[in-house]
């Protein structure tokens, strides 16, 4: 197993495609949740929001997992990651059962589009939405806000089965009495008998968007959770006159048997060229593969986690020519007209396409 490396492993690793992370430090945070801390990840940079890929490597053979970075970079702490323990998961269990403090983990980075926007000092209020693990990238969001943009005021609304299994319950508590103007929680709990206020349902969220007045300019929604949670709050706030660019949201959610939805307008070859760090390579893609795919046939490794179009993690910017998505649950109508595509669901059409990374 490479998840947790051999010190001979260590060695053999290369650089520039993989970091390998120290755990630090191991926190039971709740029922079937821990924090993992790394000592070395400083050589990551990374977004509040964002998430951490990590690597299982048997051979060439990789499996690859996201967990979101729940500290924050504004705060200097040290890198770490909330994992909940899915029963019958392999990475997770790995993780919450097995790993233990000095263990090695192999990470691609940070990436992913669930963050605060470039003019974020323009914005006055934000709603978090969080349900169970959910909360792990919306906690340094939250720490991020607190700390960098007094002028926001957060509104957190966290599901939950019960305190027991609700993760940063305390620390939230103890943020909330420190920045008792900004910040304001409610804790749902499933478990109540209060059947009104146990679950968020629609009343309920109606109730508190009329806890002010919110200017859809100046408001921003972030939620993370089961994907018929988040689809009800979307339509909700959608209905309520909220902009669909104003609405991130965060699938944690495998679909790995992935069918994309529609054949691209055009199944022609077309070619690639990507152009990384002063270096430019050229691949064709061939219908049916993706350009994630067409690339590595070429052994060319480039970023991905979920293959599905829902993460974000092998999204590149299109310089020149046309990208078609057989799915797109991450990137937003802004995102895409400055030329992000995901190359796990994309198809070159109507001629050959230049790509150049992101960052
Ligand atoms: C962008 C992104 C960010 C993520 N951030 C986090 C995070 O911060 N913390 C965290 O714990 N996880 C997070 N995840 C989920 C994580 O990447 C894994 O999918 C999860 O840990 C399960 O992997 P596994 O290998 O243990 O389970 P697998 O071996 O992949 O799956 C085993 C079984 O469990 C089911 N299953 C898998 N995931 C879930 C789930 N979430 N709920 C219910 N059933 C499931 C599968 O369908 C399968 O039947 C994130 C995922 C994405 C895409
Ligand atoms: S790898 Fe997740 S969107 Fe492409």
Redesign the pocket.
């Known amino acids: 197993m490479i998840l947790l490396l051999s010190s001979a492993m260590h060695e053999e690793m290369p650089d520039n495609l993989y970091k390998i992370l120290t755990i630090q430090r191991i926190i039971d945070e709740a029922e079937d949740f821990k924090t993992f801390i790394f000592n070395d990840g400083h050589q990551i940079n990374y977004l509040p929001g964002q998430?951490l890929t990590l690597v299982h490597k048997t051979g060439a053979e990789e499996i690859r997992?996201?967990?979101?970075i729940t500290s924050s970079p504004v705060l200097n702490e040290p890198l770490s990651?909330?994992?909940?323990r899915?029963?019958?998961?392999?990475?997770?269990?790995k993780l919450v059962d097995t790993a233990r403090v000095g263990d090695f983990i192999l990470s691609t980075g940070a990436a992913?589009f669930f963050r605060l926007p470039e003019n974020i000092h323009l914005y006055q209020t934000i709603f978090f939405f969080a349900a169970g693990?959910g909360i792990?990238?919306i906690y340094s969001l939250i720490k991020t806000v607190l700390h960098a943009c007094p002028q926001i005021r957060i509104f957190l609304i966290y599901s939950n089965q019960s305190v027991q299994t609700t993760v940063f319950y305390s620390s939230l508590q103890q943020l909330e009495s420190r920045f008792a103007e900004n910040l304001h929680i409610h804790f749902l709990f499933s478990s109540i008998s209060d059947l009104r206020r146990a679950r968020l349902n629609r009343e309920l969220l109606l109730e508190f968007l009329m806890m002010g007045r919110f200017d859809p300019d100046t408001t921003l929604f972030y939620t993370c959770g089961p994907p018929s949670y988040m689809r009800m709050i979307i339509f909700m706030l959608r209905e309520q006159g909220f902009p669909g660019d104003h609405i991130k949201k965060?699938?944690?959610?495998?679909a790995?048997a992935f069918k994309p939805r529609a054949i691209p307008p055009d199944t022609g070859t077309h070619y690639v060229n990507l152009e990384l760090q002063g270096h430019s390579r050229r691949f064709s893609v061939i219908y049916p593969d993706t350009i994630l795919k067409s690339a590595q046939k070429q052994k060319i490794s480039l970023p991905y986690?979920?293959e599905t179009g829902?993460?974000g993690s092998c999204a590149l910017r299109c310089v020149s020519g046309e990208v078609w998505l057989s799915n797109n649950e991450v990137l937003t109508e802004k995102e895409l007209k400055q030329g992000l595509i995901l190359t796990c669901v994309g198809h070159p059409v109507n001629g050959d396409i230049v790509l150049q990374f992101e960052y």
């Open positions: 998430f997992r996201s967990y979101s990651i909330g994992v909940k899915i029963a019958n998961g392999f990475f997770s269990r992913g693990s792990a990238p965060e699938d944690f959610n495998p790995r986690s979920c829902k993460c």
